[in-house]
T-cell receptor, first 111, second 110 residues
C-alpha cells in the first residue's frame, strides 16, 4: 500500500540498549523527518534528510543516529537508550517544499 | 526565541462560532506554511497549506499569511465538536527544515 509506515508501533526497552525505529515511504518523497513528541514540548525535530545519503541535525539530535541508504527508508537508532528518550516518535515525508505526511507513530518506553 | 510560536491555549469556543488560531515565525525567508490537526493519540493530519501572502479558503477553514509580519493564522468557521483537537502550525524554512509550534488545544463546546 502507498503511504508511510513506522515499525514497531509500540516498544519497551531497557536503559542502555540499542533500539532502531523503522520508517518506510512509498511516495518517493525526497525529504524525510524524524520528530519526537512530548507533553509540553510539541513536535521536536531530531533529524531530517533531503535525499539518500544526505542527513542533517534538527533541534534535539543528541543520542540519536540516522541513515538513509535508500530513498524510501529512514531508520532512527537510539545508540544507548535513556529514560529521557521515552516518547512518541513520528516519521514524516514530503516532496521538496511541499506538505509533509506522517506515519502512525512509535510509542517508545525506556525502563 | 522559538522558531515557531503559537498560543498554547486551551482555546474554548461554542459550537457554531469562529475559532481563530495564530502563529508567528522567526525565519524571514520561510517558504511554506502548514496547519495540522492532531487528535489525542493520533498522528498529525494536514488540513491546510499556504505559500503566498493573503487568504486561502478550503471549506470551513481559512488560512491567512502575512510574510511582512511573519504571521500565519487559521480560522475555523461554524466550529463543530469534531474540530476539538490540537492544531499545529508548521513552517518550512529556507533549508527545507520543517519546524512545528507547540500547538494550540481547541475545544468546541456543544
Amino acid at each position: 500500500d502507498a503511504g508511510i509506515t513506522q515499525s514497531p508501533r509500540y516498544k519497551i526497552t531497557e536503559t542502555g540498549r540499542q533500539v532502531t525505529l523503522m520508517c518506510h515511504q512509498t511516495w518517493s518523497h525526497s525529504y524525510m523527518f524524524w520528530y519526537r513528541q512530548d507533553l509540553g514540548h510539541g513536535l521536536r525535530l531530531i533529524y531530517y534528510s533531503a535525499a539518500a545519503d544526505i542527513t542533517d541535525k534538527g533541534e534535539v539530535p543528541d543520542g540519536y543516529v540516522v541513515s538513509r541508504s535508500k530513498t524510501e527508508n529512514f531508520p532512527l537508532t537510539l545508540e544507548s537508550a535513556t529514560r529521557s528518550q521515552t516518547s512518541v516518535y513520528f516519521c514524516a515525508s514530503s516532496p521538496k517544499g511541499g506538505e509533509a505526511f506522517f506515519g502512525q507513530g512509535t510509542r517508545l518506553t525506556v525502563v | 526565541q522559538k522558531e515557531v510560536e503559537q498560543n498554547s491555549g486551551p482555546l474554548s469556543v461554542p459550537e457554531g462560532a469562529i475559532a481563530s488560531l495564530n502563529c508567528t515565525y522567526s525565519d524571514r525567508v520561510s517558504q511554506s506554511f502548514f496547519w495540522y490537526r492532531q487528535y489525542s493519540g493520533k498522528s498529525p493530519e494536514l488540513i491546510m497549506s499556504i505559500y503566498s501572502n493573503g487568504d486561502k479558503e478550503d471549506g470551513r477553514f481559512t488560512a491567512q499569511l502575512n510574510k511582512a509580519s511573519q504571521y500565519v493564522s487559521l480560522l475555523i468557521r461554524d466550529s463543530q465538536p469534531s474540530d476539538s483537537a490540537t492544531y499545529l502550525c508548521a513552517v518550512r524554512g529556507s533549508n527545507y527544515k520543517l519546524t512545528f509550534g507547540k500547538g494550540t488545544l481547541l475545544t468546541v463546546n456543544p
